[in-house]
Structures are given as C-alpha cells and as structure tokens.
C-alpha cells in the first residue's frame, strides 16, 4: 500500500503535467478546429528561457519566471501571425502542416543556438520535500499539482464568470455568429494563443526539474498529452485534464509494475483501447451521422 501511494502521488505530478499541455490542445482547437502540434515545443522553448535566464545568466528565479512567461506570450503572437492567420481561411489540413512545420523549426533553432547537450535546472524551493507518514511528497511534484488545481478553478472562473471569457467561448463555438455579434474574432484567437503558450510554457517550466531540459522534451510530452485530449475527449475541457491525470497514473504504475523502459508505450496501449472501444473520449459524445 505504501508504494501504490507513493506511485499514486508520482503519477499525479507527472500527469498533471500532460493535464496542461492538452489544455492548450483543447483550447486552439476549440478557437480554430485546428490542432497546433507545436504545443509541446512550447514546453521545451520555455524551459530553455529559464536555463539561459536563471543558470546561464544568473538572474533571480522569479525574475526569470516572469520573462520566460513573457516570452511565451510573444511566441503566442509570433505563431498566431506567422502560421494560423495566413492560413485562417484554408481547410485545416494546411494549418496542420504548418504546425508540424512551426515544431520543427523551433526545435531546431533552439538545437542550433543551444546544442544538443541536456542542461539541469532547479526548482523553485530548496527543500527537496516532505515525509507524510509512508509517502514521500517532492517538493516539486507538490508545485505542479498546486498549480494544476489552481489553474482548473481559474479556467472555470474565466470562462464562465467574466465577459472576455464568454467572449472566447462564443468565438469557439461559432465564428461567424460571434463576429455578427461585435466580437473581434482575431483578437480571440490571438487571445488564445498567447493563453495556450503560456499554459505550455508553464507546463514545461514546471516539469524541468524533474527531466533534463532537452531537445526531445517537448516532442515527448506533446505525444502524451495528445493521447490525453482523445483519452479524455476532444475538444472538452475537463476531458483535457482528467485524461491527462489518468494517462500519468498509468503510465507510473506500469513502469513501476511492468516495464521502464517500455513505460512511454503504455500510453499509447490505453490510446489504442479507446480509440477502439470508446473513440469519443472519457466525456465526448458519440455523433450519429444523418442518412
């Protein structure tokens, strides 16, 4: 029992991490019907600003905080006005393109600048955790959690209690109803990029600490919480999270009960149920086709 909680708390932290990163997923596809897979890049830009901010240059942690968010918002509105707005009134296959296009160029520049050598980067507290009876709570882990809840209560109260939030879920729902409305469809949309690299930044400063901050990281957590947007149902807010939840969980327990190495494989094992047993997701519902 004392390892299934301690497994239990692991796999919360790592999926509350997934939980982000779809939320971002779940929000540009809602705004635009489009899926950005450049979502995850945003994770590994964001915590390569903190290592060039805080350990290269040496400034403060919170200082570097607050600019790599920053950064990420300007990254936001660089991706929303150099890939989805030329493309704003194509199908959404050559947005999608351009997504995979947007990845792999801002994987590779990062490579170019930076290199390919992994950097460490440290926490936000110097005590590294707690002992609560049987379970050992990292300290980091504890963050991303904390964050996670606080982040699910703003996205509710946003939403549904402010008039911008409504704003955006018109937009989402019907663009051009929206705009016979008064509302300035582009500015939600620019809105909601710029929230949706925040959340990914976010998600991949938080999560550093735990990895080493690399390349790859970004690719990896993207193709997780992707899965986590379909396990959970796509396009549903909730959905994003919980699957993301779930999908850590899992995958903690069958590295701890199954196979390491093969841990990133379970993932997409309970991918492939769903999309077999359940294609709709967790909350999605199913959609009958008229004759």
């Given at each position: 029992?004392?390892?299934?909680?301690?497994?239990?708390?692991?796999?919360?932290?790592?999926?509350?991490?997934?939980?982000?990163?779809?939320?971002?997923?779940?929000?540009?596809?809602?705004?635009?019907?489009?899926?950005?897979?450049?979502?995850?890049?945003?994770?590994?830009?964001?915590?390569?600003?903190?290592?060039?901010?805080?350990?290269?240059?040496?400034?403060?942690?919170?200082?570097?905080?607050?600019?790599?968010?920053?950064?990420?918002?300007?990254?936001?509105?660089?991706?929303?006005?150099?890939?989805?707005?030329?493309?704003?009134?194509r199908t959404y296959l050559p947005?999608?393109?351009?997504?995979?296009?947007?990845?792999?160029l801002l994987s590779n520049s990062?490579?170019?600048?930076?290199?390919?050598?992994?950097?460490?980067?440290?926490?936000?507290?110097?005590?590294?955790?707690?002992?609560?009876?049987?379970?050992?709570?990292?300290?980091?882990?504890?963050?991303?959690?904390?964050?996670?809840?606080?982040?699910?209560?703003?996205?509710?109260?946003?939403?549904?209690?402010?008039?911008?939030?409504?704003?955006?879920?018109?937009?989402?729902?019907?663009?051009?109803?929206?705009?016979?409305?008064?509302?300035?469809?582009?500015?939600?949309?620019?809105?909601?990029?710029?929230?949706?690299?925040?959340?990914?930044?976010?998600?991949?400063?938080?999560?550093?600490?735990?990895?080493?901050?690399?390349?790859?990281?970004?690719?990896?957590?993207?193709?997780?919480?992707?899965?986590?947007?379909?396990?959970?149902?796509?396009?549903?807010?909730?959905?994003?999270?919980?699957?993301?939840?779930?999908?850590?969980?899992?995958?903690?327990?069958?590295?701890?009960?199954?196979?390491?190495?093969?841990?990133?494989?379970?993932?997409?094992?309970?991918?492939?149920?769903?999309l077999i047993f359940r294609p709709?997701?967790?909350?999605?519902?199913?959609?009958?086709?008229?004759?």
């Open positions: 029992m004392d390892l299934i909680l301690q497994l239990l708390f692991t796999g919360i932290g790592i999926g509350a991490v997934y939980a982000l990163v779809a939320l971002g997923f779940v929000l540009i596809f809602r705004a635009t019907n489009v899926v950005n897979f450049a979502q995850g890049e945003f994770s590994m830009v964001a915590a390569y600003l903190m290592v060039v901010f805080s350990v290269d240059l040496g400034w403060p942690y919170w200082l570097s905080f607050l600019i790599a968010l920053a950064g990420m918002a300007l990254l936001g509105i660089f991706f929303n006005l150099g890939v989805y707005y030329p493309l704003r009134h947005v999608i393109i351009a997504t995979i296009g947007a990845s792999i990062v490579l170019a600048i930076y290199g390919p050598q992994p950097q460490v980067l440290q926490g936000w507290f110097d005590t590294p955790g707690i002992q609560l009876g049987p379970v050992y709570l990292d300290s980091q882990y504890l963050l991303i959690i904390g964050v996670t809840i606080f982040l699910v209560f703003f996205n509710f109260w946003f939403f549904e209690k402010t008039l911008l939030g409504k704003k955006l879920q018109a937009t989402s729902q019907d663009k051009e109803m929206a705009s016979l409305l008064g509302i300035s469809v582009s500015t939600m949309i620019m809105i909601t990029f710029i929230y949706s690299a925040v959340l990914g930044g976010l998600a991949g400063i938080l999560v550093a600490p735990v990895l080493f901050v690399s390349i790859q990281m970004g690719s990896t957590i993207a193709l997780k919480a992707f899965a986590a947007t379909i396990i959970g149902g796509f396009g549903d807010v909730a959905g994003a999270i919980v699957g993301g939840l779930a999908l850590g969980v899992i995958e903690t327990f069958g590295a701890a009960y199954v196979s390491v190495p093969y841990k990133d494989g379970f993932a997409f094992l309970v991918l492939i149920a769903f709709q997701g967790i909350f999605g519902e199913r959609v009958a086709e008229k004759a």
